[in-house]
């Protein structure tokens, strides 16, 4: 998952996956199939240890409550000392050559589907009473989800954690959540 995380699908060489797991090509073929099914178990890993903060995030009772702690723990996240810069769903597959087009398939549509999950919060949250009628859910969530996008950016640029962390602030200064 680390190596994924830190040179991206493509830039992860079977040499570079052998050595972090500590067994040879042959085992990992035989253990995963192929480069493309240790991408996707690697990305169901990270999304269900390291990220599993979103998912805590989503269950907050307010929407604001919800905000908070999705760019709170991202800017933590991203700016722990030790992880690689960014995120797997950033940094593992975002620009891919055709032979590597599921993977970039992958990340997209675990990308789509965490921006659905916090739209269906936000309609929700309309729901409740917590979210202005007027505000657009879908729009609400792609905004969220850029505002998260740019934090992983920050970091893969080399933003600390304290940065991300003023930065997350300002946005929730001009959210109106």
Do not use: H
């Not at 675990?110 to 202005?132: C, F, I, S, V």
């Amino acid at each position: 998952m680390r190596v994924f995380w830190a040179k991206s699908y493509e830039g992860a060489t079977m040499a570079d996956l052998s050595e972090a797991m500590g067994i040879n090509r042959s085992s990992i073929y035989a253990a995963f199939g192929d480069k493309e099914n240790l991408f996707r178990r690697a990305v169901e890993r990270y999304r269900a240890g390291p990220m599993s903060f979103v998912r805590a995030a989503l269950a907050q009772p307010t929407l604001r409550e919800v905000i908070v702690a999705l760019l709170q723990n991202s800017a933590d996240f991203f700016g722990t000392p030790g992880n690689p810069n960014g995120c797997l769903s950033i940094t593992g597959a975002i620009a891919c050559g055709t032979e590597s087009e599921s993977a970039k398939a992958l990340v997209i549509e675990w990308r789509t589907q965490g921006e659905a999950a916090l739209r269906k919060r936000a309609q929700q949250a309309q729901r409740d009473g917590d979210l202005d009628k007027s505000i657009n859910p879908v729009e609400f969530a792609q905004y969220i989800s850029m505002l998260l996008a740019g934090l992983a950016v920050q970091a893969v640029n080399g933003a600390t954690r304290s940065e991300m962390k003023r930065s997350v602030e300002m946005a929730l200064r001009f959210m109106d959540v």
